[in-house]
T-cell receptor, first 110, second 114 residues
């Protein structure tokens, strides 16, 4: 079952902050975050692992609550380049197979 | 430059025809994946392969077939049995084994079947 992302869409002014949430009904090994610009391939942002380890972008922060099976991506002081659709991918078993959420569309306006 | 290539970028086919989408990577990754993306939707896993000559079905494998004869290549065939094949198809690769690895995506192939 795919993780649920919220909100589905958000519009920001440049410099504003946003939080994107990802919730799973299954126990999570890890959560991966990707951003996709329209018509392009998704680009890796970060991986959050059980135990608090993170791999990825230094300028993006995120949290992973293992008990609640949730992850949140924090976008602070948003820039125009942050616009796109953000996907979380949950890993709930062995191997590197991910189940992706439906995405959160973020638009940053000047 | 290392990366993943998919060809063609746009593909048009008539209903009832099989079509094969190409995916090649030179990142020396063991694992490769095929995803389908419909407008406004997330990515759904079609097939994945952790090693040459081995692959497993993902969530929506019906109507699709793959092969993994070489480490660098993971072609996807959309058969006539796939009821709604029009979609954006993304190929990805990553390291394999225990642990978490970043997936690298190709530019995608947009398939239109009429």
């Amino acid at each position: 079952q795919q993780p649920v992302q919220s909100p589905q869409a958000v519009i920001l002014r440049e410099g504003e902050d946003a939080v994107i949430n990802c919730s799973s009904s299954k126990a999570l090994y890890s959560v991966h975050w990707y951003r996709q610009k329209h018509g392009e391939a998704p680009v890796f942002l970060m991986i959050l692992l059980k135990g608090g380890e993170q791999k990825g972008h230094e300028k993006i922060s995120a949290s992973f609550n293992e008990k609640k099976q949730q992850s949140s991506l924090y976008l602070t002081a948003s820039q125009l380049s942050y616009s796109g659709t953000y996907f979380c991918g949950s890993r709930t078993g062995a191997g590197n197979m991910l189940t992706f959420g439906g995405g959160t569309r973020l638009m940053v306006k000047p | 430059d290392g990366g993943i290539t998919q060809s063609p970028k746009y593909l048009f086919r008539k209903e009832g025809q099989n079509v094969t989408l190409s995916c090649e990577q030179n990142l020396n990754h063991d694992a490769m994946y095929w995803y389908r993306q419909d407008p406004g939707q997330g990515l759904r896993l079609i097939y994945y392969s952790q090693i040459v000559n081995d692959f497993q079905k993902g969530d929506i494998a019906e109507g699709y077939s793959v092969s993994r004869e070489k480490k660098e290549s993971f072609p996807l065939t959309v058969t006539s049995a796939q009821k709604n094949p029009t979609a954006f198809y993304l190929c990805a690769s990553s390291n394999a084994g225990t642990g978490d690895y970043e997936q690298y995506f190709g530019p995608g192939t947009r398939l239109t079947v009429t």
